[in-house]
C-alpha cells in the first residue's frame, strides 16, 4: 500500500512480520486448544460409533437379516431376533407422542398467546421444573403410584371395547399389575412434554406480531389467529419438535423398565406387558455374556442409528424453515 | 434468482375459512372459548405429574429422610431398616463433580472454537451438527460406550466413580458446547471490536471481555447440565458396580449413586429398601432443584445486572 510512504521515521515497526510481538504464541496455542476442544464432539462421536458395531458384529453374524426383522427374543434358547423390542419401542415413543404433542402444543399457546406477560416466565420455569426431574424418579412415581390406578382403568377400558373390531384387539388382556406399554407410554410423555414444549414455544414466539395483529384487526377471535396465523406460520418448527421428541421418547430407558413389565414378544396389546430395546439392555445387560451382550450392544447401535437419522431429519426440517423464513 | 418471485409467506389468515359462520357469531365465540379453555387445561394438566411426583416423593421420603440418612451408610442387607444413603450422596457429588471438572471447561472451550473461530466454516458447522446429534444419543447408549471403552479393558478395576463421571461427562459436553455457543453469540461485537482497537490480541480479548460478559449465561447453562446429570442412572449401572460403604476415591473402587439406589429400591421386594429409595429420591430431587433454582438465581442476576448497567 502506498501509504506507507507517508508513515514517520519513528513509525512503530509493522506487527506483522520479523519479531512476533508478544502474544503471538499464546493466540496459536489458545486456537488450537479450543479447535482441539471442538474436535472432541468428532472424537467421541466416532469411537462410540466403531466401539459399539464393533462389539456387536457377533450378533449380527449369527442372526443376519433376522436381527432386527425376526420377532424371536428367546435369550434362553440363544435366540436374539428383536423385532418385538423395535416396534415395542415404536409403539411406546407413539403413545408418548399422541399424549404430549397434543399437550404440549397447548402449554407453548398458553404462554405465548394467552397468559400475562408477568406470568409467563414463571410458567415457563414451572414447565423445565418437569424436565429437572430425573427418570428414575418418574419411574419410581409410576411404579408404586400410578400403576395401580391405571390397571382399573386399563381393565374397565378392556371390558367396555371388546368385541369392537380394532379397539377390542388392541386393548385386551389388560396387565393385572398395569405394567404395560400404554403405562410406560404415559411416562414417557410426561418426560418428553417439556423439549418439545420448549422448541413450539420458541417457534410460536417468531411469529410476525404484524400477521397476528392484521387476523385480529380483521374481526377474528384469538383462536382464529391462531389457526390462521401462528400455526400456517410454525407447522415446519412444530414438526421439528414433534421429531426430537420421538427421538428422546425412543431413549428413554430408566423409568421405561421399571414400568413396561419386560415381556420382549411382538402384540399389538398395547395394555399388556412389554419391552423396549432400552429398557432390555437395562433389564439384562448386567449379566449377558456373548452373543446375548453382542446383540444388546447390537440394540443400542440400532438406538444410535435411530438419534443420528433423527438428527438429521430435525436439522433438515429445520433448515428448510429457516430458508423460507429468509425469503419472505 | 432475483427473478423468482418469493414465495408467499404462510398464508395469513383465511377469510374462508375465518368467517366460514359468519351467521354464527355465537358459534365462532363459542369455539374459542373452547379453545382457550382447552389450552389453559393443558398447562393444568401439565402441573399433575410434577405436583403428583413431588407430594409422593416427600410424603414416602421424610419418613426416613433427615441429617441420620444423609450420614449413614447403607445396610449390607436390603431385609435390613435404618441406615442411610451417605455413600450415594457422596458418590453422586464425587462422580457428578468430576463430570462437571471434564466436561464445562472443554465444552466451553469447544463454544469459543465454534463462536470465536471456526463461526460458519466447514468445519465448525460439521462439529456444530455432531454435537447437536451427540445430545439426542441416548445415555443408555453413553453407558455402553464407557463400558467397552473403559470398563472392559480393565476388568474388575474398571469399576469406578471415574467410569461414571466418563459416561456423564460425555452425557454433558455436547449441552454445555450449545448452550454456551447461544451465550457467546449474544455478546455484543462492538465489545471485541473495542478490546481490538486498544490493541488486545485475540486471546486476551476473549479472556478479558467475551467470558466475563458471558460468565454468568455459561455458569447457568452448566448448572442446568449438572443437575440433569446428577439424576441420571443408565449410563451409570453398568460402569461403576455398587457399594454399600462409603468410597470417597473417584479412581479406586466400585462406587454408587442416589440414582442406581433408587433403582435397585425400585425393583426390591422388600419393604426396607423400598423405603430407602424413597429417602433417596427425595434428596436427589432436592438436589437437582437446588442446582436448577442455582441456575436461575444466577440467570436472573445477570439479567438485572445488564438490564441496570445497560
Known sequence: MAVTDTIPEQAPRPLVGGDRPPGALADRVFRALALGAGLLVLVILGLIIYEMTNQSLPWFRAEGFNAIFSDNWVPSAGHYGALGLVVGTLVVGAIALLIAVPVSVGIALFVTEVAHRRVRRPIVYTIDLLAAIPSVVFGLWALRALETPLANVYSSVSDALSGVPILGALTANPNPSGASYMTAGIVVAIMITPIITAITREVYATCPPAQKEAALALGATRWEMIRGSVFPHSRSGVTAAVIIGFGRAVGETIAVALVIGSSPRLTEQIFGPGDTMASVIVNSFGEATGTERAALIGLGVVLLAVTVVIGVLARTVLAGRQRRLGVA | ?310
Request: aromatic share 8%; with cysteine.
Open chain 2, 1 to 310: 434468482m432475483t427473478t423468482v418471485a418469493p414465495r408467499a409467506p404462510a398464508t395469513p389468515a383465511r377469510p374462508d375459512s375465518i368467517y366460514r359462520s359468519r351467521d354464527g357469531h355465537r358459534s365462532r365465540k363459542a369455539r374459542n372459548t373452547v379453545a382457550t379453555s382447552l389450552i389453559s387445561a393443558s398447562f393444568v394438566l401439565a402441573l399433575v405429574p410434577l405436583v403428583g411426583v413431588v407430594v409422593f416423593i416427600v410424603q414416602k421420603g421424610s419418613g426416613v429422610f433427615g441429617w441420620h440418612f444423609l450420614t449413614t451408610d447403607i445396610p449390607f442387607s436390603d431385609r435390613d431398616f435404618g441406615g442411610g444413603m451417605k455413600p450415594a450422596v457422596v458418590g453422586t457429588l464425587l462422580i457428578t463433580g468430576a463430570a462437571t471438572v471434564m466436561a464445562v471447561p472443554l465444552g466451553v472451550l469447544g463454544a469459543i472454537y465454534l463462536n470465536e473461530y471456526g463461526k460458519q466454516g466447514p468445519l465448525a458447522r460439521l462439529i456444530r451438527f455432531l454435537a447437536e446429534i451427540m445430545t439426542g444419543v441416548p445415555s443408555i447408549v453413553m453407558g455402553l460406550f464407557i463400558y467397552l471403552l473403559w470398563v472392559l479393558p480393565r476388568k474388575q478395576n474398571g469399576l469406578s466413580g471415574f467410569a461414571g463421571a466418563l459416561a456423564l461427562g460425555c452425557l454433558m459436553l455436547p449441552i454445555v458446547i450449545r448452550t454456551s455457543e447461544e451465550i457467546l453469540r449474544v455478546v455484543p461485537e462492538e465489545l471485541r471490536e473495542g478490546s481490538y482497537a486498544l490493541g488486545s490480541r485475540k486471546v486476551r480479548t476473549i479472556r478479558t471481555v467475551v467470558l466475563p460478559h458471558a460468565a454468568p449465561g455459561i455458569v447457568s447453562g452448566a448448572l442446568l447440565a449438572v443437575a440433569r446429570a446428577a439424576g441420571e442412572t443408565a449410563p451409570l449401572l453398568f460402569v461403576i458396580g455398587i457399594v454399600t460403604s462409603t468410597n470417597t476415591s473417584i479412581f479406586n473402587g466400585p462406587n454408587t449413586t442416589l440414582s442406581q439406589q433408587i433403582f435397585r429400591g425400585a425393583t426390591s421386594p422388600f419393604v426396607a429398601a423400598q423405603e430407602r429409595a424413597y429417602g433417596a429420591a427425595l434428596t436427589l430431587v432436592l438436589l437437582v432443584f437446588i442446582f436448577t433454582a442455582l441456575a436461575r438465581i444466577v440467570t436472573s442476576l445477570y439479567a438485572r445486572r445488564s438490564s441496570a448497567g445497560g
